[in-house]
T-cell receptor
Framework: DQQVKQNSPSLSVQEGRISILNCDYT??????FLWYKKYPAEGPTFLIS?????DKNEDGRFTVFLNKSAKHLSLHIVPSQPGDSAVYFC?????????FGQGTELSVKP | EAGVAQSPRYKIIEKRQSVAFWCNPI?????LYWYQQILGQGPKLLIQ????????DSQLPKDRFSAERLKGVDSTLKIQPAKLEDSAVYLC????????????????FGPGTRLTVL
């Protein structure tokens, strides 16, 4: 029973365009959501987060949107850069315990 | 500020052998987590410590896995005996105490230990 799902294993985007990564969850008790970025042979790096009381959080080129009624969140990267190429994980917090999705591999082509 | 440190970075063992991983969290972080990440999947929580006490070990295979956090700082995760399906990356993370910070807090990860069981 997967409570957090990233249904797209991979995404390819042209440099300068928008990247949209999606994540769905099933547990309405999740109160905090995070996105992590992972390069090969490194641990996940925190990118951006959003509390369940908000519907949008922005940090530079990165914006996370939360739609609680649809139990859906998305990460927008604008403009995309080749250095953004990595695996992106969404995670949901259940009282501090993080539950991760399977990840989406983003490839940004020059 | 120093990040989460883990060692070793890589380990290859044969099945039925034992192995141990070490983690040093970010200074001042009371909460420490061990995750298992199997190829193609997201990290899965094995055990969570609050200072030197266990908060959640519901997903830890206790017949072969053990973990401790003596003195509430460093932690070790042990597997004995190892099975083929234990091949994975073992990640350590730390955070401030979610209970006292008033909200779920961000976890910061170490580089992980890649374990291969032959």
């Amino acid at each position: 029973d997967q409570q957090v799902k990233q249904n797209s294993p991979s995404l390819s985007v042209q440099e300068g365009r928008i990247s949209i990564l999606n994540c769905d969850y099933t547990n309405s008790m999740f109160d905090y959501f995070l996105w992590y970025k992972k390069y090969p042979a490194e641990g996940p790096t925190f990118l951006i987060s959003i509390s369940s009381i908000k519907d949008k959080n922005e940090d530079g080129r990165f914006t996370v949107f939360l739609n609680k009624s649809a139990k859906h969140l998305s990460l927008h990267i604008v403009p995309s850069q080749p250095g953004d190429s990595a695996v992106y994980f969404c995670a949901a917090s259940d009282g501090g315990k993080l539950i991760f999705g399977q990840g989406t591999e983003l490839s940004v082509k020059p | 500020e120093a990040g989460v440190a883990q060692s070793p970075r890589y380990k290859i063992i044969e099945k039925r052998q034992s192995v141990a991983f070490w983690c040093n969290p970010i200074s001042g972080h009371a909460t420490l987590y061990w995750y298992q990440q199997i190829l193609g999947q997201g990290p899965k929580l094995l055990i969570q410590f609050q200072n030197n006490g266990v908060v959640d070990d519901s997903q830890l295979p206790k017949d072969r896995f053990s973990a401790e956090r003596l003195k509430g700082v460093d932690s070790t995760l042990k597997i004995q005996p190892a099975k083929l399906e234990d091949s994975a990356v073992y990640l350590c993370a730390s955070s401030l105490d979610p209970r006292t910070s008033g909200r779920s807090d961000t976890q910061y990860f170490g580089p992980g230990t890649r374990l291969t069981v032959l």
